[in-house]
């Protein structure tokens, strides 16, 4: 059973690997919204570093609905899907690969890329820390939920709309848990009650989520 | 083996067949014939289990495969309208994560004989998108020189593929069914199988 979710996971990450341009795009909006802001809002570092925590997770979460739909198109497209449907393993493990290939290529390089982007805000450096760590749990929590959206809108026309729709939503915990962990080291308090929510959080969607993404994706194979 | 019984399939608001029974035994071969759009694939599909029939049930070694889940695709080997491989890997990659996903186990020694066999000697470390349509059925029907599992459900397996690819494909189904294995295949061309007891099943 481990072999088979590292197999869907190794497989991901090697096509993955074969297209850059995708990896890479994601990263670029999210530089590109967080550069824009200080532009936009003027420099004035208190009223950024008040805003950097709201600004930098929506940016991550926008970036993360970036990739989202193409998490089971081109394996739906080209036929790989009903494979692994086929596969002697119940499709939601197949899912829950995918959210961690997902998570490996899209949550990890933003999580990576926070602190640098945290600069440009001034946050001061145990608040960058803590933007980092709150990305890094908290955006396996959105490959999950993301799972079910990409699945459920799986070849409809204007899937990309309709994925944030259903998707955004029901990433207001991890958006509310992790930009509050930022700002609660800014106050001085500690953080760790958001960090246990939200890794709470996280592991919650990316352990369950698959399950109905597995569900949904039956659904658009028959 | 396989048997359908009282199958019915529809499609949006069209019945396309109904009361459909067969069985298959091992060593026994079903060549589905029928019209484009009489239901050949939606069958080959509900026999998968990738899809529920309207009314009826479809039972392996006796049991419905609706309550056997892994275990019946455990011994069913597909190959559908679609190749399933990826563009972006050479057709060795292809070959070894798609017999991976299947709980196989292939070395790649094993995995280049496969495709030598196939006729994509020279290929086996080119990206599939610069390949032929042929060349593509030949990577995806790889998996069956090696395949062992019992049940063979193939839509439209000669698609594409030149005279001398289509004599070694039905030289392997031919090997498959002489074994004892069941083969369930659709095709609008003649079939020349070698071996076994060919049904015919005409829908429509």
Known sequence: MFAFIAHVIRRDLSLALRRPADLVAPLCFFLIIATFFPFGIGPEPELLRRL????????????????????????????????????????????????????????????????????????????????????????????????????????????GVLLSLVMLPLCIPALIFGSGAVDAVMTGISPRPYFFLLAAFSTGSIVFAPWAAAAALKISLE | MLEALQIECQRGDQRLFQGLNFCLNAGELLFLQGNNGAGKTSLLRMLCGLSEPVSGEIRWRGENIRRMNERFRGEL?????????????????????????????????????????????????????????????????????????????????????????????????????????????????????????????FLG
């Not at chain 1, 990890?108 to 600069?119: E, K, R, T, Y």
């Open chain 1, 52 to 159: 950097a925590p709201g600004i930098l997770w929506v940016g991550a979460l926008l970036s993360t609905l970036l990739s989202l739909p193409r998490m089971f198109a081109d394996d739906f497209a080209d036929g790989t899907l009903e494979q692994m449907a086929l596969a002697p393993y119940p499709l939601g493990l197949a899912a829950f690969g995918k959210a961690i290939a997902h998570w490996i290529v899209s949550g990890l390089p933003l999580a990576l890329l926070s602190p640098i982007l945290g600069l440009q805000f001034d946050l001061p450096p145990d608040a960058l820390c803590v933007l980092f760590f709150s990305i890094l749990i908290g955006t396996p929590a959105l490959s999950g939920i993301g799972a079910i959206g990409a699945g459920l809108t799986l070849g409809l026309r204007g899937s």
């Open chain 2, 77 to 201: 080997c597909y190959l559908g309208h679609q190749n399933a491989i990826k563009e972006d890997l050479t057709p060795l990659e292809n070959l070894m994560v798609s017999t991976r996903l299947h709980d196989e186990t292939l070395d790649e020694d094993a995995a280049l004989k496969a495709l030598v066999e196939v006729g994509l000697s020279g290929r086996a470390e080119l990206a599939c998108r610069y390949l032929s349509q042929g060349q593509k059925r030949r990577v995806a029907l790889a998996r069956f020189a090696q395949e062992k599992r019992p049940l063979w459900i193939l839509d439209e397996p000669f698609v594409a593929l030149d005279t001398q690819a289509t004599r070694w494909l039905s030289q392997v189904i031919g090997a498959h069914v002489e074994r004892g294995g069941l083969v369930v295949l659709t095709s609008h061309q003649a079939i020349d199988i070698p071996a076994g007891r060919i049904h015919p099943l």
